[in-house]
């Protein structure tokens, strides 16, 4: 029998939800899925440790039964959800076709056991077999933050790194109709991606323009649609995670950022989430994994509304 | 006989200014007392080591004679104030019971010695046996700058950790009319804790509130009254200040903070001051120690007001 | 299914293996039991996170099924032996009669569960609960490997700090017939505890009598007794684990420790077995974690003995 | 021959620029020259290294042929602009005097090969004699982003200090005839050095003011004459960037410092730019070498303007 | 002109040696090839940093016209030797075996330019392509320090990870007769590998045997023989060498290390050298590369024999 | 009044020992004099700090009334042996013959106050000053512990580095007879260095000498000889002290390094003591310090003998 606890006991699980494998049988409201993947990164590796770091950041964040009050608005969230923690998929390191299969494999399983899936890389490669886990949908969008397009046809030599998962999943996927990137200010860009991206009819929105309007950009993102929301932890600005590959200044603030999660999450249908690119190592302060726990939390917020009192 | 001095030079008092047992009988405008307690953190323990940081930093700003200058007022402040390092008090580590005996003591031989004491901890848990030390006092408010409440009943099966000071302060001291509490924005709160100060009176204001309208903050702040100033390290953003054992995104500026300190300071009488929560080893690049003592610095600034020259 | 497991995959258990709450009831060969408290230390705190880094840590050294293979000696060792993760004792902070209480009754019921229960601290502090958990041993030992006494009647105030676990736990249990002391090399020791110990029968072997002969130190140790060995991390030279808070030059090298747990082990009936101190906190290189993960398999390898292949 | 190239191969260059020594013979059209010294800095050391991080952190913004791409306005910048970097001047050391002479000498030298030099320091006194290569010139002016004012006619017993650059080069230089301070902020400043400045006509404009109004700070720097721009990197917020000597809280946002940057650029004709102040060892997170190594991109851009593609 | 140069100045190059592109046509003593590849890693990432790191490193140890000298035996070495930095292999990232390919192409380039070529990794994996280089040796061996044998077969469902280099070389090269490995110590081994080698008849000596008798050690390994030295970082102590990917207790000194080598070099034809595995981010007090820079210098002091003066 | 202390209470001084001001008049048997100047040191800065870092860390190891214990030889050191921290010099920065002036001025007082004075620097360079102090001795020696002989003509363009002290102190005190240096093991020598200090007869002792056969290098010390007692931090094996600028490879242990200056201190009368090189910010452990620390404390202990109780 566990006593009131403090944030870092036990065995750490996401917001100290139970574990259970993807090999048992079990449903649940929320699953979360860890994917230490970071081979596609050809910069300052780490994302490969973001699963255990923020399992261990968001026994910080674990809500009891009654989920989270919000004391300005008197009203709760989260509330009576069931979370789990369906452990982590296992990377077959240098063989990326293989590890790309699992985790489709693992997404694939997830999809059916919970109401939202949730994903935590590793680096932003695994979203493009994360989303193969939709095929079977007709019509989705992506709704992605990022300082980066991720767009690239290749870069270093390769196809699949973490700057080419978007471009690899829509010539995979007739369903994927569109993705909306907000957050864009990467320096060095490449841009054939940025023609191949607008030529294809997705939506390109800098972080500049969030900061100019934020309102104007949410009004921009997708309505009454089935959304995989793909949430790169470098749209923050560095100064609110450091712990992340390629961190480029000037970034979202986290409220900025969570205001066009929420939008997406409570103007459409959420199929999926995931947050990828936070690198634990690079921040010796622990607080790039606190951020992240907590973005994952008001993220779920926003999908199991605030209720009355 | 000293030379001009490098701010790391000598022991490290606060703002190099003479130490002074309490033990001796002395007299002096300002007090600084330091509390390495933090056996009443919950968290990431370090709060212990803010009084030697804060020391250390704090030799960045000695102020010369005649205070520090403003260019843009061409005003001077903290000019001929006399400060005294009054060392620390030596907790008695478990036994919290004893600690809280001599901070209370302490506290008291220095209200009886100088004009303002400073207390630097230490976790917040050592506000309580510091507002004891106003036992004596009629009718006083708290100022409270905070992320989270600190008024739970009780917390990990203790009544006296740091979540709960101003509970156990209100039920103790019937001179103690009311807590403002400015910059609460902690996700998993407890709604208990803040009926209970809202039944009391207490003034409860997010963060978000201030970034919203900061001159209506302002307004609310009590005039004309007692004052004591209870500066929570974490009320800062993280970017600012991210050495303290519970960040939360979106904090309050530093401007922000100084702003809700000095109209607090300057409408009212300043009866103590502390600053807690500053975890100097979980920031290597030692800023949130600098942040901390220019703070200090500037309340005190805040005080001991701008003259013309 | 699982695939082939990089180390850093999955909720962290220690090594890898199940975790079964106390609550349930589950019998196994060896159970872990993390005692994330350290309120009691009375320099650089960080030994409530050892549990969590050890579990993490460990996942690089999870026995595969047959256990580890010596290719020296072409033997294995912790062969088929079943291994189990019962979580955490939850502290009630600064409430350390209750924290201890806990400690106690969750030791008690491991005892109950299992052939060798292994306490991962924490400081140090907490050896005096658990072997509360062995009072009903009509005589046993303790071998304790440390850089300090840890039997001051009272320090800072208090007489349930780190520096005072085996004082207390004599007064207390009768059973406790003695206890050897190896590695002490403290600089600023309590002459009055020293005598004590003496007085009581205890054997003081210093870290100096172990590096002048080691074997004659092994013949020093208790045979055919029922042994609880107390592992604090700091009897290991700081160059070998650095991550503790009161690192002492000169100390024992890992392979005089294990050599000392061995014989312990091989010629005891080993009854419990607990690893304290280790901060993790204190070592960003995060091989003090390794190291302490790499020693817990050892001694387990000393108790589950290396069979021909 | 190269492949694509990742961020960190190769000899690190700023820029992965070839590396020309000054002994040879060569022209350019931009010249990086680093300056690896900072004995003069009275506080935290580390700025000697900030020339090796920066060419390693901007290794991750090597432009390609093109230069960089703008997505939105769909321009290029740096497009076939020749980059050289032309090594560093090794300083003697404690013979601060020898020092000068060679980065003045070096700096003429580079004068002469290249359309713009770029500094890279080292610490602020490094400016002082990098000016003294302009005393050709009978008039131009000096840009300074500064939290200091840096116009000290001693400190710390020495008047060749980083805190006096200023002050020794309007003295030796007539054709030097005024500098424009932005973003000052410090709290210890010297009312004698503010005095000084504002009576031999110098422009000082606070952070304070440039968050009140940006435009109209603009209006105030100088237009079409030839100027010198003094980067110290501690005008930037630390929250930005961290790794400097004397972090200063409330400083300017990225997007205000490179304002003010562009601003002089465009409006003027650019003799010389330098970058210091930076220290890469004082923050572990790598991020202020990134910040670094981005804005000499965007100040270049600056330069070579952004032409329709 | 350069004056006396400090270590840190200028753009890094091993030992300050001249950068020479394998592009050019040149020739020299000693060439040294960086290979920054680390995604053959398992567990911690970091060795793709290590040709940097060992640049800037080695600029404390560039030697003079002169060598170096030895004030015992009044001898030098390396004396009048030329040396040249190659740069760096670009790894193709993802798409191993094109890495490989490239490596083991500019392997070759550098053998057909050089006396001796040093390789400085990036992780293990890359001895294999290193090794493929050396194909048209009809008999050649491999001495190897490493805690580790890094002969499996496959590892996390990859057979070309740096847990199988040799493995693959003995597959593929018959002219590899044999490899020496010295320093074993791992705990988690794999049997079948351990079995596989000693089958092929490769010579496995544990780091115990080392500590128990060097001179032992020292005449078991080959004479008279084209060899390859392959020095995993992690065959040194982790108090020596703290970062590296999978520390292991109870290493060779550094002494110890140096004796093999020095033994290996000086008793065959040396015919290439690697360094790997070391992993500059996992120590923030920069020691290990200077140990890694060091080394380099003294093995190939060994090789460029020391000459009476 | 003060109650048991913990490490880090109170404004922190040398073993928590009062600060008395060189401009006070006072009497004791032990003096320490921070020196924090490190404008010398041509490599990685830091020692700057170490002053203030070894007043916090020698916090853990103050003496009680009855000094240290030694339950081996139940003796006691430092019995009621009087300590005071006289504080710091304050270099003049950049002005190095004036901040040598101050050493040697303060030192002077120093040495007319106390029966042995202790140096705390600071880099190496500051023994020249230090030793000039002691001008007046007719006969004296100097027993150096150090990786480096710190006997160049020059370096970098200066002769006052920290390369060059003992070369200055012989030109100039005829007294100084004779230099033995016990602990070289530099990779980068300067041959004429050495040649210039045997000539002059110095003893050049190797570190790899003392591991061969301490005995035999302890009998080549000086004997019943006034003697100066110079510690460089670096003589101690990185392992050990990784906090230091310019760490060498199999340098001593502690116990080695001790008994060399125990040897001193006990066959010798002791004028004065320094400990330098000791680079805190490089050590993110701590433990630097606290070795540091110890050894100030056993020191002098070897020099205020043990007596029995």
């Known amino acids: 029998m566990r006593h009131h606890e403090l944030a870092f006991t036990g065995p750490a699980t996401f917001f100290k939800a139970p574990y259970r494998s993807l090999a048992e049988d079990w449903r649940a409201e929320v699953g979360f899925l860890g994917i230490p993947y970071d081979f596609a990164v050809g910069y300052r590796p780490g994302a490969r440790f973001a699963p255990g770091a923020l399992r261990e950041a968001s026994g ?93 046809e290749a870069r270093n030599g390769t196809r699949f790194a973490n700057s080419s998962p978007f471009r690899r999943a829509v010539e995979e996927l007739p369903g994927l109709k569109s993705v909306f990137v907000v957050g864009l200010r990467g320096l060095r860009t490449n841009p054939e991606a940025y023609r191949a991206a607008r030529a294809r009819g997705h939506r390109l929105i800098s972080a500049r323009k969030v900061r100019e309007s934020l309102s104007e950009v949410l009004e921009q993102l997708p309505r009454g649609q089935k959304v995989y929301l793909s949430f790169d932890a470098d749209v923050l600005d560095p100064s609110v995670l450091p712990g992340t590959s390629s961190p480029e200044v000037e970034g979202l603030t986290y409220a900025e950022a969570l205001a066009v999660a929420r939008e997406t999450v409570r103007g459409n249908t959420l199929v999926g989430f995931d947050l990828v690119e936070l690198a634990p190592n690079l921040d010796p302060s622990g607080r790039s994994s606190l951020v992240g726990a907590r973005l994952l939390a008001e993220v779920l917020c926003s999908r199991y509304r605030d209720l009355p009192t």
Do not use: K, M, N, W
Not at 102 to 125: K, N
Not at 126 to 149: I, N, S
């Open 60 to 152: 910080r964040f674990a809500p009891g039964a009654e989920g989270y009050f919000d004391f300005e608005t008197e009203t709760y969230c989260l509330q009576g959800v069931h979370l789990v923690d369906a452990g982590d998929v296992d990377p077959a390191q240098l063989e990326y076709q293989e590890s790309f299969r699992r985790i489709t494999q693992a997404a694939l399983e997830l999809r059916g056991r919970v109401g939202l899936p949730v994903f935590v890389g590793g680096d932003h490669s695994v979203t493009y077999p994360l989303l193969r886990a939709y095929a079977d949908l007709d019509e989705f969008y992506v709704v992605q933050l990022d300082a980066h397009l991720d767009f690239s």
